[in-house]
């Protein structure tokens, strides 16, 4: 049965470093990408590896803070969190795509672009508070 499962979250001070795990059973084909939500807000996507881990994407908030990596022998995509800041508290999920930019695209060579409804398959979430 395909799942995602992430782990990882919990509470750091500023400037701390967490690293979330995605345990993604069934998902070996697709592109997957990192969320948060953070209280009264929408939902965010803020990273994305594409299926053989060659292509990554990052929101700019993230940028030189995150990385995003995967090890498909273990079926599990890391989001290494460096730096981390208050504002970076939320609820972070995993979530699978199969997107095609176009019909002759191998599904989840690409990331999609961070729209929920890009993403058809989604985690229950691990929580990230940043706090001193």
């Known amino acids: 049965q395909s799942q995602l499962v992430e782990s990882g979250g919990g509470l750091v001070q500023p400037g701390g470093s967490l690293r979330l795990s995605c345990k993604a059973s069934?998902?070996?084909?697709?592109?997957i990408g990192w969320f948060r939500q953070a209280p009264g807000k929408e939902r965010e996507g803020i990273s994305c590896i594409n299926s053989d881990g060659l292509r990554t994407k990052y929101t700019d908030s993230v940028k030189g803070r995150f990385t995003i990596s995967r090890d498909n022998a273990k079926n599990t995509v890391f989001l290494q969190m460096n730096n981390l800041r208050p504002e970076d508290t939320a609820l972070y999920f995993c979530?699978?795509?199969?997107?095609?930019?176009?019909?002759?695209?191998?599904?989840?060579?690409?990331?999609?672009?961070?729209?929920?409804?890009?993403?058809?398959?989604w985690g229950q979430g691990t929580q990230v508070t940043v706090s001193s």
């Open positions: 069934g998902f070996d084909n697709y592109a």
């Open positions: 979530a699978g795509s199969l997107f095609q930019p176009i019909l002759e695209a191998t599904p989840g060579a690409y990331c999609p672009p961070f729209q929920i409804n890009r993403y058809r398959s």
